[in-house]
């Protein structure tokens, strides 16, 4: 269903403003910007690559995510 969406949305002869409300960072990695909230508020913002340098806690989830994906223990 993601995979359907993103490219649903990449399809358009226009780019329209998407908020898309996740907690698999697979979902977010394509998005313009990501903004991170922890307790109700925004710890940090920007792209994936961005986030993965300067937020810790992005870069966890992240590894977390991917690393139950293949398998491995986190």
């Known amino acids: 269903t993601d995979a359907a969406l993103r490219s649903a949305l990449s399809s358009l002869p226009y780019r329209p403003t998407v908020f898309i409300?996740?907690?698999?960072?697979s979902s977010?990695?394509?998005?313009?910007?990501?903004?991170?909230?922890?307790?109700?508020r925004i710890?940090?913002?920007?792209?994936h690559e961005?986030?993965?340098?300067?937020?810790?806690?992005?870069?966890?989830?992240?590894?977390?995510?991917f690393s139950e994906k293949k398998g491995g223990a986190a």
């Open 21 to 25: 409300i996740s907690q698999r960072a």
């Open 28 to 40: 977010l990695m394509h998005a313009d910007r990501i903004i991170l909230l922890e307790d109700g």
């Open 50 to 65: 961005s986030l993965m340098q300067s937020s810790k806690e992005y870069a966890e989830i992240y590894h977390l995510q």
């Open 43 to 47: 710890s940090a913002s920007g792209t």
